[in-house]
T-cell receptor, first 110, second 117 residues
């Protein structure tokens, strides 16, 4: 079993929809959780960074962490075609390398 | 925000030659940098962890004599692919840990496309 599980998609939604992206993990030592957006042929771009359980909002993005269920989510409101990319969840127990999910490909249709 | 610069963005080299990729943290000091490799439509695979002033720690299955990593300063780490072969063609991405109020934010470079012909 992988330490971090993420549905690879692709996920196709119409413009303006609310997108829900999710990851589950098995290592209870993970304490820091991040979401990255990666456009084709580019390096990952940090979107959200969370430490504790609960919600964190930044513009159209909301990151949610439920440590008791080992489940994290990223919500995108009012999705735009420019949001079309691969979204990677990542986590680590502290000052170490990140463990990534496989990434979910999102396509927002105009 | 923090910026990590990677150079070159893409490189084509002949089989048997060596290629160096640079990773720089532009506005913060990075005591730790990470090198990843990514194949098309796959997630990032950690190759090695590089700590400033010490030897890199390689992941299992990564040949340290083939992928030479040097982290000579707090803002620069280099990856040299030695005696490159076509199977080394891939997208190589570095990341650096930047200190923030949360203490553990990792930023990525733009990546370097290597094609070995």
């Amino acid at each position: 079993q992988k330490e971090v599980e993420q549905d690879p998609g692709p996920l196709s939604v119409p413009e303006g929809a609310i997108v829900s992206l999710n990851c589950t993990y098995s290592n209870s030592a993970f304490q820091y959780f991040m979401w990255y957006r990666q456009y084709s042929r580019k390096g990952p771009e940090l979107l959200m960074y969370t430490y504790s359980s609960g919600n964190k909002e930044d513009g159209r993005f909301t990151a949610q962490v439920d440590k008791s269920s080992k489940y994290i989510s990223l919500f995108i409101r009012d999705s735009q075609p420019s949001d079309s990319a691969t979204y990677l969840c990542a986590m680590n127990p502290g000052r170490r390398a990140l463990t990534f999910g496989s990434g979910t490909r999102l396509q927002v249709q105009p | 925000g923090a910026v990590v610069s990677q150079h070159p963005s893409w490189v084509i080299c002949k089989s048997g030659t060596s290629v160096k990729i640079e990773c720089r943290s532009l506005d913060f000091q990075a005591t730790t940098m990470f090198w990843y490799r990514q194949f098309p439509k796959q997630s990032l695979m950690l190759m090695a962890t590089s700590n400033e002033g010490s030897k890199a720690t390689y992941e299992q299955g990564v040949e340290k004599d083939k992928f030479l990593i040097n982290h000579a300063s707090l803002t620069l780490s280099t990856l040299t692919v030695t005696s490159a072969h076509p199977e080394d063609s891939s997208f190589y991405i570095c990341s650096a840990r930047g200190e923030s109020r949360s203490g553990n934010t990792i930023y990525f470079g733009e990546g370097s496309w290597l094609t070995v012909v």
